[in-house]
């Protein structure tokens, strides 16, 4: 147990993002901690909150991918003959497919964009989350020109909205209905846990004592058991399971 806990006389069980205002509260009430354990106390608890809040920021968008549809390609490239050279997934259809589905996750997205000096521009967006996390991540597309279809102002909204296309589309992997990546996306889901694989889950959710049906819930869309997980989501439930596993052992080398 750590001398802090052991000196006020604290639950020996690990607090919780839960619980430990009650911690602090108790702490608090008490004449004999002193500013520097107070601040300490207060600190854990931020830290704590932060990191809840990451792991519920991670498991809203594992949902909100998992529930994204493919858009189609309705915007068109054209050449001087008027002849459509490329297709390309329109903003306002992404948008109109998917906001639905990350607001009911909690998300809001917020744009913002800086012009720079060789004549590109680079798009800001912030992924923010109900829970208080969040992600930002930028594009930068060279600048349209205007023309004679098109305005300096219509040039440089279609800019930014490009560069807004793009951060939503890596935010949440959207997809569209005839990118070939998409079948290659899908087929990589679909593909199951080697029996290796599904062994070394199996055994760490064994040692660190996890309800398998209860963590999968939050990590997994539609999985009830390891057989049902597939391969693309190896990774991030391992080192999940390996940080509680860590965790528990940091924990009981204090006690």
Request: hydrophobic content about 40%.
């Amino acid at each position: 147990m750590s001398d802090l806990i052991e000196t006020e006389n604290l639950p020996v069980a690990a607090p919780t993002t839960a619980n430990f205002l009650a911690v602090i509260s108790k702490a608090a009430s008490d004449p004999n901690t002193d500013v520097a354990k107070m601040h300490g106390l207060l600190d854990v608890q931020e830290r704590m909150m932060n990191k809840q809040a990451e792991i519920d920021f991670n498991q809203s968008l594992f949902r909100a991918q998992s529930n994204m549809p493919r858009v189609q390609k309705n915007g068109s490239i054209k050449n001087r003959d008027g002849k459509v050279v490329a297709k390309y997934m329109l903003f306002e259809d992404i948008d109109a497919a998917i906001r639905e589905i990350y607001e009911a996750e909690g998300f809001c997205i917020m744009d913002s964009q800086k012009e720079n000096a060789n004549g590109t521009i680079t798009i800001y967006s912030t992924l923010a989350h109900r829970g208080g996390h969040s992600k930002t991540i930028e594009c930068t597309v060279p600048k349209d020109k205007e023309n004679a279809l098109k305005t300096s102002l219509q040039a440089a909204v279609g800019t930014v909205t490009t560069g807004k296309r793009i951060n939503t589309c890596n935010f949440f992997r959207i997809v569209a209905e005839d990118d070939t990546e998409a079948e290659k996306f899908v087929a990589s889901r679909a593909a199951p846990l080697t029996d290796q694989q599904a062994t070394i889950i199996k055994d760490l959710i064994r040692e660190t004592g996890t309800d398998t049906q209860r963590f999968l819930a939050t990590m997994v869309s539609g999985a009830k058991s390891v057989d049902e997980i597939g391969m693309i989501d190896f990774n991030r439930i391992y080192n999940a399971l390996l940080a509680k596993r860590n965790k528990a052992k940091s924990e009981e080398s204090n006690v």
